[in-house]
């Protein structure tokens, strides 16, 4: 099973609104990630989440604050978007980290955020 | 960030045709995966490669890791119209270079014509 999900499927959002998106993985992988993705563009690395501790941050503005509650989870909280943040939003997860190992990222079928 | 150049940038081509797409970067890879994605959804991966001149099939599917460790080639055989979609090309630096974080081509769009 290389099952990662994503709620929800879309959102639509104000600029003064908070949401939070939520992703899942039951693969016991041990590193988590958060991509953005625009139309007709490669994925672009947000945050990676090594063993439940935020690893990377891509320069990513503070309207953005991912949390890992656990192995299992990640979430992406967001708050005073703009409208260009509107965007394919990924999780993936990969059973090695990205400092010790490579290997395989599974992504999620993605949020589709739209911001008014 | 590191660059992946993925050609051709689109493909049209009737079904049954074989297809072939590449990736090339200037700087040493450890890992190549290729990964389709359908409009609105994630990317699915179809191939990972670890070892250069590595050939690797999935289906209709061939990849090769490139000897010079700087490409990467994807072919399908025989398409079909639920071939379409964009094929990613992905790669991870040679390890003591940091992070192996993942850098994406700029995709190959294929469309199939029945």
């Known amino acids: 099973d290389t099952e990662v999900t994503q709620t929800p499927k879309h959102l639509v959002m104000g600029m003064t609104n908070k949401k939070s998106l939520k992703c899942e993985q039951h693969m016991g992988h041990r590193a988590m990630y958060w991509y953005k993705q625009k139309a007709k563009k490669p994925p672009e690395l947000m945050f990676v989440y090594s063993y439940e501790k935020l690893s990377i941050n891509e320069s990513v503005p503070s309207r953005f604050s991912p949390e890992c509650p656990n192995s299992s989870l990640l979430n992406l909280h967001l708050h005073a978007l703009q409208p260009e943040d509107s965007a394919l939003y990924l999780c993936?997860?990969?059973?090695?980290?990205?400092?010790?190992?490579?290997?395989?990222?599974?992504f999620g079928p993605g949020t589709r955020l739209t911001v008014t | 960030g590191q660059q992946l150049n993925q050609s051709p940038q689109s493909m049209f081509i009737q079904e049954g045709e074989d297809v072939s797409m590449n990736c090339t970067s200037s700087s040493i890879f450890n890992t190549w995966l290729w990964y389709k994605q359908d409009p609105g959804e994630g990317p699915v991966l179809l191939i990972a490669?670890?070892?250069?001149?590595e050939l690797t099939s999935n289906g209709r599917l061939t990849a090769q890791f490139g000897i010079t460790r700087k490409d990467s080639f994807l072919n399908i055989s025989a398409s079909i119209p639920s071939d379409v979609g964009i094929y990613f090309c992905a790669g991870q630096l040679e390890e003591g270079t940091g992070a192996n974080n993942l850098f994406f081509g700029t995709g190959t769009r294929l469309t199939v014509i029945p």
């Open positions: 993936a997860s990969s059973q090695n980290d990205p400092w010790t190992g490579l290997g395989e990222q599974y």
């Open positions: 490669l670890y070892k250069a001149g």
